[in-house]
């Protein structure tokens, strides 16, 4: 028996075009599950809205307070965080339940696969410096990797650093943070429930049982802590793009 079986790609339904192998996956499967239930799920909190909000419009309104208070203003300021709370608010909800699917028996953990949390991190990464260059000019890009109080002198050790911070570290930082957590929290949740059969002894299974449950618990408020820090990074990025400090 392979522990690890639950984290590998299985293809359900091969498509190729030519050279591009489209195929559906597991992980194809599992993401579509998550966007469609948070979608149906926000879709019924939020429906028929009323002045005086009612218990389930109040918990989407708490919902897009928070992230907007929290994630986007405080990070960018009120005029530009009303352009990008739409993104912002997208990325969070997206990571959040591609988190949490994987809790469901029988699915997969898209974000516990390299590809997803790297492509999450590419997209930010293209934004900030799309970004960036959108809002200083190419010469104004260039200079944010050489600030203007560093004496020319040091431009030399400057701008290899901040090349490297930007361009390699925070994408670096997003994508590593991301999967690892949530791969090494499903891996301990999937070892201990394979020692059961593993030992083939139900007796395992009295002081198994409990901890996988304290566990998934836990691994509910890791996803939401991930989610979070994914989306006020991100945040925190395109607003220095969007109001740089040098």
Request: hydrophobic share 55%.
């Amino acid at each position: 028996m392979d522990i690890l079986e639950h984290f590998y790609l299985k293809i359900l339904v091969p498509i190729k075009i030519g050279i591009f192998d489209i195929s559906i996956t597991n992980l194809t499967v599992s993401m579509f599950i998550a966007v469609f239930i948070f979608t149906v799920l926000l879709w019924v909190l939020a429906r028929k809205p009323k002045i005086v909000p009612t218990k389930r419009q109040a918990v989407v309104e708490m919902l897009i307070g928070f992230v907007k208070e929290s994630l986007v203003y405080g990070m960018m300021g009120r005029e530009a965080g009303d352009r990008w709370f739409p993104f912002i608010s997208s990325i969070f909800v997206f990571i959040l339940a591609n988190n949490l699917v994987g809790l469901i028996p029988g699915t997969y953990t898209p974000t516990a696969n390299p590809i997803v949390p790297l492509v999450l991190s590419l997209i930010i990464f293209f934004v900030v410096q799309i970004t960036s260059i959108r809002k200083n000019g190419f010469r104004g890009y260039i200079r944010t990797f050489a600030p203007k109080f560093v004496p020319s002198w040091m431009y030399v050790i400057v701008f290899p650093i901040e090349l490297i911070s930007n361009w390699i570290a925070k994408p670096l930082s997003l994508f590593i943070r991301l999967c690892a957590n949530m791969l090494a929290g499903h891996i301990i949740i999937i070892v201990l429930q394979s020692m059961i059969i593993y030992f083939k002894n139900y007796l395992i299974a009295v002081p198994v049982v409990p901890f996988v449950t304290v566990m998934m618990i836990f691994e509910i408020f890791v996803s939401a802590i991930q989610a979070y820090i994914f989306a006020v990074l991100s945040s925190m990025y395109i607003g220095n793009a969007e109001n740089p400090m040098h």
